[in-house]
């Protein structure tokens, strides 16, 4: 069973097991250990310890030091997200709501931000006026709280806003106003 790196050196656990028979159904079972993971070989912190390094590094450090393929940490990165997504309280629409989109990975990725306390709300896998709008109509009380979109001069996302918020103001916020002020007088 592999556990916790100490340094440079792995650290392996040997764990003797016996095997019990059920006389009622006749499978064949071993006992369960609180701190070992269930079918990775690998105690639980360090489980704990890939799931926060994922964060901070490379999945092929990771795995050369744990001993692991890329793959398992993947699949250990990916059940951590979903496992994340699952405890993540619903997300309470904001009086101000910032609507941006940044390219990551080749794709174009819609940015809901509260221009309030600048606090970033959901990054979604696509800038599509329909996710937008699914988007928006998730955030709870959506339609009493969102007074106020800023958004940059897409028009796109206006008439996404229009359609699901009529009655909020839309505001070019100023970042994309001296943005393509700034564009319009180096080409000029």
């Known amino acids: ?71 398992t940490i993947s699949s250990i990165f990916d059940e951590y997200i979903v496992e994340l997504d699952a405890s993540r309280p619903p997300i309470v629409a904001p009086e101000v709501l910032g609507i941006d989109e940044k390219h990551i990975v080749h794709q174009m990725r819609a940015v809901f931000i509260d221009d309030k306390t600048g606090s970033l709300l959901e990054m979604l896998p696509s800038n599509k006026a329909d996710d937008i709008i699914s988007m928006i109509e998730s955030m709870v009380d959506y339609d009493k709280n969102i007074r106020i979109v800023t958004m940059d001069m897409a028009n796109g996302y206006k008439s996404a806003v229009q359609m699901c918020l009529p009655y909020a103001k839309i505001v070019v916020d100023k970042f994309h106003v001296f943005q393509d002020l700034t564009r319009r007088i180096t080409k000029a």
């Open 1 to 71: 069973v592999h556990d916790v790196p100490v340094g440079a050196d792995s650290v392996d656990l040997y764990v003797k097991t016996p095997r019990y028979i059920c006389r009622d159904c006749g499978g064949i079972f071993t006992h369960s250990f609180e701190s070992l993971s269930n079918g990775k070989q690998c105690t639980l912190r360090l489980i704990e310890k890939i799931k926060r390094d994922c964060f901070s590094r490379p999945f092929s450090d990771i795995a050369a030091e744990t001993g692991y393929t890329i793959p």
